[in-house]
C-alpha cells in the first residue's frame, strides 16, 4: 500500500484554503475561491452567499485598510460532530485598528466594500472575534456553520492554522485530532523538509492515527514511527487532553514544540530527539496538570521556538482559532510549512 492510497479522501478534500490579498483583483478571486469551497462542503446558496459577503468584506479591508501591505485569508473547513463549517481568518499587518467598537457598527464601511461592515460580519457568522494592537495589525474571525453548530458543545475549543510554504500545493505539515467521551486527542505531524514527499509522510502519520486514536499518546507515536518506515520520515507529537481529570498525556518525536499555558506562566512539554520512521531511540509518556484557565499550544518547526501568545497584548483571551491566526502571521518561518494548534476549555474567549 502506497502512503497515497492509505489517506481518507476527505483528509485530501478538506485543505485549508490561503489566498494572498493584496490589491483590488485579489477580492473578486477570493470570493470565487470561497465560493468553490462551499460547493465542495454542500453549503446551500444561502449560507454559501453569507460566506461570500463576508470574505468580500474581509478581503477588501485588507486592500484598503493596509497601508498598502495587504494581508492573508485563510479558509478553513470544518468538521465537529457531524457539522460543516468554515473558519474565516483575516490577518494583516497593517496599521491596526483604532476604535474596534466603531468598526463594529452594523452596516458601517470606510473600505468602499458592499456596505456590509464589520457589524454585518459579526452578525453574519455563528462565532465572531476580532484582535488589534495599534502598528501591529489587526486579526479577524468569523465562523460560519453550513447548517447549523454541533448540536452538543465540546468540551474544549480548538484553533488551527496548517499551510504550505509560500509556493508549495502539497503541505508537509499536518494536524488532527479525535474526541472521546472523556479527552481529546491531538496530533501534529512534520514531514522531513516540504513537498510531496514531506506531505506523504505527514498524511500517513494522520490516517494512522485515525485508525488508532483510542490508543495511548505513546502508542499512537511508537505506531506511527514503525508505520512511516519507507518514507522520509516526520517529526511527531500527540497530546491527549483530558479536562475531567485535569491532565494532559503527551509523547513527541522530533522537534514539535508543545506548551501548556496558565497565567503568567508556561510549561514545555518534553519531546524526545528523532524522526519517526527513520530513527526513535526512545518514545516515552509524560503527564502534566491541566489547569482550569489551561491553554494548549502545538507547533511545528515552521513557527520560531517557543511561539506563545504572551507578546501580544489581550491575545490570550481571544478565541483559539484567531489566536493561531495570530501565531502563523507573527512568527511563521519563510523557508517551512507551518502548523499551529491552539486548544482551550470551551466558553474562555472575551466577546469582542
Known amino acids: 500500500m502506497t502512503a497515497s492510497m492509505a489517506i481518507p479522501a476527505r483528509l485530501r478534500a478538506t485543505r485549508p484554503l490561503h489566498l494572498k490579498v493584496e490589491d ?20 446551500d446558496d444561502t449560507r454559501a452567499g453569507q460566506v461570500a459577503l463576508v470574505v468580500t468584506e474581509l478581503a477588501t479591508n485588507l486592500v484598503k485598510h493596509t497601508a498598502g501591505a495587504g494581508g492573508d485569508l485563510v479558509l478553513r473547513p470544518i468538521d465537529e460532530a457531524e457539522a460543516t463549517g468554515i473558519d474565516i481568518l483575516s490577518l494583516d499587518r497593517g496599521p491596526g485598528i483604532a476604535h474596534i467598537g466603531e468598526s463594529l457598527r452594523d452596516g458601517r464601511s470606510t473600505a468602499g466594500s458592499a456596505g456590509t461592515g464589520l457589524g454585518a460580519v459579526r452578525r453574519l457568522s455563528s462565532v465572531f472575534d476580532i484582535w488589534s494592537s495599534p502598528g501591529r495589525g489587526a486579526a479577524v474571525l ?12 465540546p468540551s474544549l475549543d480548538v484553533g488551527a492554522v496548517c499551510l504550505p510554504v509560500s509556493g508549495e500545493q502539497a503541505c508537509g505539515d499536518a494536524w488532527a485530532m479525535k474526541r472521546g467521551r472523556d479527552a481529546t486527542t491531538f496530533l501534529v505531524a512534520d514531514g522531513l523538509g516540504h ?21 495511548s499518546p505513546a502508542d499512537l507515536v511508537s505506531l506511527i514511527h ?19 481529570t485535569h491532565l494532559v498525556r503527551f509523547a513527541g518525536v522530533g ?7 496558565s497565567g503568567a506562566t508556561s510549561r ?14 526512545k518514545v516515552e509518556q509524560n503527564d502534566y496538570p491541566w489547569p482550569e484557565d489551561g491553554m494548549l499550544v502545538l507547533h511545528s518547526d515552521g513557527l520560531a521556538t517557543n511561539s506563545l501568545p504572551e507578546d501580544s497584548p489581550g491575545l490570550v483571551r481571544k478565541d483559539p482559532a484567531l489566536i493561531a491566526g495570530v501565531l502563523y502571521r507573527d512568527h511563521q518561518r519563510p523557508r517551512d510549512d507551518s502548523t499551529v494548534v491552539v486548544v482551550r476549555a470551551t466558553g474562555r474567549a472575551e466577546a469582542p
Not at 195 to 215: M, N, T, V, W, Y
Not at 255 to 261: K, R, S
Not at 268 to 281: D, I, P
Open 24 to 43: 483590488g483583483s485579489h477580492v473578486g478571486e477570493a470570493r470565487r475561491r470561497a465560493a468553490s469551497l462551499c460547493r465542495d462542503l454542500g453549503f
Open 142 to 153: 468569523s465562523r460560519i456553520w453550513r447548517n447549523s453548530p454541533p448540536g452538543v458543545p
Open 195 to 215: 513537498g510531496p514527499d514531506a506531505a506523504a509522510a505527514a498524511d500517513l502519520a494522520i490516517a494512522i492515527f485515525e485508525r488508532q486514536a483510542s490508543r
Open 226 to 244: 514503525a508505520g512511516l518506515r519507507g518514507t522520509r520520515g516526520a517529526a511527531v507529537a500527540v497530546a491527549e487532553v483530558a479536562p475531567g
Open 255 to 261: 522537534n514539535i514544540t508543545g506548551q501548556i499555558l
Open 268 to 281: 514545555c512539554l518534553v519531546s524526545h530527539n528523532g524522526t519517526a520512521g527513520v530513527e526513535a531511540r
